[in-house]
């Protein structure tokens, strides 16, 4: 999953700061639904990841059945916080 190939595909275009509310809105409920009916484990992973990222992630209760994933899932926002950190 290259990340300027999730961009175009979501919001019709690489550069995120060209994208009006309304796009970036319509785009976030694009990936949401596609997060839904993804059944590839790590493809569904990694759409969560970035719609974590994005903003737009659903809870991990909703998101993951699976314990495993949802620790996993824990882990990320750790990182991803750290990196806000410095």
Not at 41 to 55: P, Q, S, V, Y
């Amino acid at each position: 999953m290259e990340l300027d190939d999730q961009f175009r595909r979501y919001f019709g275009t690489p550069d995120l700061a060209t994208v009006n509310a309304a796009a970036f809105d319509a785009g976030i409920e694009h990936m949401r639904v596609d997060f839904g009916l993804e059944k590839d484990r790590d493809r569904r992973f990694g759409l969560w990841t970035l719609l974590h990222m994005l903003g737009g992630a659903p809870d991990l209760d909703v998101a993951f059945s699976s314990e495993a994933d949802r620790a996993a899932a824990r882990r990320f926002m750790e990182m991803a916080e750290g990196l806000h950190e410095d």
